[in-house]
């Protein structure tokens, strides 16, 4: 059985102590690959330093998280783009909206939003979307500067089924994480309804932990968590559940 976490941030300084043994924890467990996502341009060297260190397993992404987008962000994006060409990145993000913090930098956050639909489009790689309470916004901007072939995932999804089939219409993916074992979430629900044809896993660490970890640091083996209520949820298999999800995760990312 092989695993993948589509989105997990273990870069930070949550893993300083024990990265190499939560990555050995993962492998038990059969995760096989973890996409990095970035945040902003301090985040670039330790995210790479970890590619250096498990280059078969851990995979990075470029982009400016959108809590991070602030007045000088087209000067940050300048920088950012020019990485593209100096490094293999295998998506655009995390990107996005995020209007539960802060909503002093809702245009901004547009502004780069779309920048970073235009470098997915131009680069031809998967799009990593951010979209906390701003899911019908996040989605606008999306649909009006994407192309053909633009794909990628809507992050930490949450929503409604409606909603996962504007993600599927618009030919993205949508990332489960662990609110689907959270009790009251009514993720469970959704999932219920829906297929797995553009399903991926995540666990958004050290975020979001699962139940029985709610509230403590959430790590790419608990993926393996999710994966188990998720073949709950629908009535499958676990084995059915991670063939699926990991065929769509290679599928997006280009993985051989």
Not at 186 to 192: K, S, Y
Not at 240 to 251: K, L
């Amino acid at each position: 059985m092989v695993l993948v976490d589509t989105h997990a941030h273990i870069y930070l300084k949550q893993f300083d102590e024990d990265l190499e043994a939560m990555l050995e924890r993962s492998k038990g467990l059969g995760i096989e690959k973890i996409f990095m996502p970035n945040i902003d341009l301090e985040t670039i060297d330790s995210m790479l330093e970890v590619e250096k260190k498990f280059p078969e397993m851990c995979l990075p992404m470029l982009g400016l998280h959108p809590c991070d987008v602030k007045d000088d962000f087209e000067k940050i994006l300048d920088e950012m783009r020019s990485g593209f060409n100096q490094h293999k990145y295998y998506g655009v993000g995390e990107t996005g909206l995020d209007y539960h913090w802060d909503m002093t930098f809702v245009e901004q956050q547009k502004l780069s939003l779309a920048q970073h639909v235009h470098w997915a489009n131009e680069l031809e790689l998967p799009l990593i979307l951010h979209t906390r309470k701003s899911f019908d916004d996040t989605y606008e901007v999306v649909k009006k500067h994407m192309s053909e072939n633009l794909t990628g995932i809507f992050h930490c999804f949450g929503g409604s089924v409606e909603e996962a089939q504007k993600v599927f219409d618009l030919g993205f993916y949508i990332g489960i994480g662990g609110v689907l074992t959270f009790k009251k979430s009514g993720l469970d629900n959704v999932m219920a309804e829906l297929p797995l044809d553009r399903v991926v896993l995540e666990t958004d660490s050290p975020y979001l932990a699962p139940t029985p970890y709610r509230g403590k640091r959430n790590e790419s083996s608990y993926v393996r968590l999710i994966a188990e209520k998720l073949a709950e949820v629908k009535g499958i298999s676990l084995d059915e559940v991670a063939e699926i999800t990991t065929a769509n995760a290679y599928e997006l990312f280009g993985i051989v």
